[in-house]
């Protein structure tokens, strides 16, 4: 079954017309935490702050097993210089404030520490996903590639 959102994915397995989804902690955890859908585990190297008693799926013995999205701000073709790298560095401070860091573990985000990168078209996969430059795509979707 195609579902087009995460919403609708947990509506899918809590109706029974899916037997499981993977999702973003945010969108799970209500259900999580009212015991309505179980959690396996999730794809993170720990804990999350908004779930801590969901064991990360290492522990149960699935070394490795990830999962991780890209978010990126876009300006158009040709703004000069200045302006993406002054926003990235705004970006990273604001990143880097504890504050930040406190509420977005809390909601399920490990931000990865890094500089700015480039994002280019998805890499011929029709979809106008953008991937990380220097990116390769692997079964549709971008492979994660090191910050540089």
């Known amino acids: 079954m195609l579902c087009r959102s995460g919403a609708a994915s ?59 999205s890209v978010s990126g701000i876009v300006a158009p073709r040709g703004v000069p210089e200045a302006v993406p790298a002054r926003l990235a560095a705004a970006v990273a401070a604001a990143l880097a404030a504890p504050e930040v860091q406190a509420r977005l573990r809390h909601q399920g985000t490990v931000p990865p520490p890094g500089r700015r990168r480039r994002l280019r078209p998805g890499g011929g996969g029709g979809d106008g996903a953008l991937a990380p430059a220097g990116g390769r795509r692997v079964g549709g979707a971008a492979a994660p590639q090191p910050f540089r």
């Open 10 to 68: 947990v509506q899918a397995v809590l109706a029974g017309g899916v037997d499981a989804t993977a999702e973003a902690t945010p969108i799970v955890a209500g259900q999580v935490r009212a015991g309505s859908q179980p959690a396996l585990g999730v794809a993170a190297p720990e804990r999350l702050g908004l779930l801590p008693e969901v064991a990360t799926a290492a522990e149960p013995g699935l070394p490795g097993f990830g999962n991780g």
